[in-house]
């Protein structure tokens, strides 16, 4: 059975606030009390949301002196998101401020815990500042997942992915678009970055789903998009595909977008064949890679800055690959672009 997802409309924002203060947390509840209730969320899990929330602004506002922000994200497979950054100290043991009653600010110490138990599933990733080490960022990510169906479908799949896609000043057009088909041990995805921004661009990059199920390599489908996208502003594009059963990567991509392989010991930069498919370019830039072990891939448009490295954000790619997204998408965007972000992690 095939899944197809589409960012434009299964991976959405739909909250952002900075958490200055405590009196952040009351907006944040209005927001999620209204969005629960629309979606027939239980009374249990929506009152479990709530405490999370409100853990995450306590967290910032108390360790982070209100340098931070809390998110809420809607994902693929009746997910939502809480998703807390901070730009703080980090947290020096992670593992003791998970635990019930540790403290540094003088208070219960419940925070951490809380969240891992409220939560479907929570990642939590720090990182502190510390002389001489090469880093973009430092502070604490924490992510809160609460699935609305009661099955987690990841978790069958065989396929963990990751997706960060927001409009330019959050308008309303979004010229990134990310396609993903999962079918049973196959993974493919075609991301796009439409030229320009606004309406045009979200344009040229709408109705292209069909190509990932009628055509079987990245090769052909890109060929595909390349003709559909004639007469229109045009795009640049990747299409990726991960087989299990074959323990094959394969990529191809024209334009100015980027992607990155990480296989635990070292870090892959690709650059793509210049040009604008719908209008000129070359052949593209095609890549197939075996695997034995764990695999992250990375795919994104040129609204993600390129000058990160493992380096800058040591341990992060060991995550679970949607805080891989929120992070570098969160810290690593342009202000000045549609910005996305594909994750998807083999093993």
Known sequence: ????????????????????????????????????????VSHLKQENMLLVASELVSNNVKHAAG???????????????LLSLDFGPGIANLASAEEDGYSTASTLGKGLGAIRRLSDESYIYTQQQRPGQAKKWSGTVILARFYLD????????????????????????????????????????LHLDGLGHGEEAQAATADLATHLINYDSPETILAMVDTQLVNTRGAVAITGEIDLAKNSLRLSGVGDMSAHIYDQEQIQHIAFAPGILGREHRSAT??????????????????????????????????????????????????????????????
């Open 286 to 347: 095609e890549l197939r890679a075996d695997f034995g072990k764990k695999y992250v891939i990375i795919t994104a448009s040129d609204g993600i800055r390129r000058n990160w490295d493992v380096a800058n954000f040591v341990g992060l790619f060991n995550q679970h690959p949607q805080l891989i997204a929120y992070t570098l998408g969160s810290i690593m965007g342009r202000i000045s672009d549609d910005q996305s972000i594909c994750v998807c992690t083999i093993g």
């Open 67 to 81: 340098r931070g922000m809390v998110q809420l994200w809607k994902q693929p497979g009746g997910v939502l998101d």
């Open 150 to 189: 009661k099955e987690n479908k990841e978790a069958k799949s065989g396929f963990k992915f990751g997706l960060f896609s927001r409009s330019l000043s959050d308008e309303r057009y979004n010229g990134d678009r990310i396609y993903l088909q999962r079918a049973g041990r196959m993974l493919r995805w």
């Open 1 to 40: 059975m095939s899944e197809v997802f589409d960012s434009a409309t299964d991976c959405k924002l739909l909250f952002n606030s900075a958490t200055q203060s405590e009196s952040s947390l009351i907006l944040l509840r209005s927001k999620l009390v209204a969005i629960t209730q629309r979606l027939g």
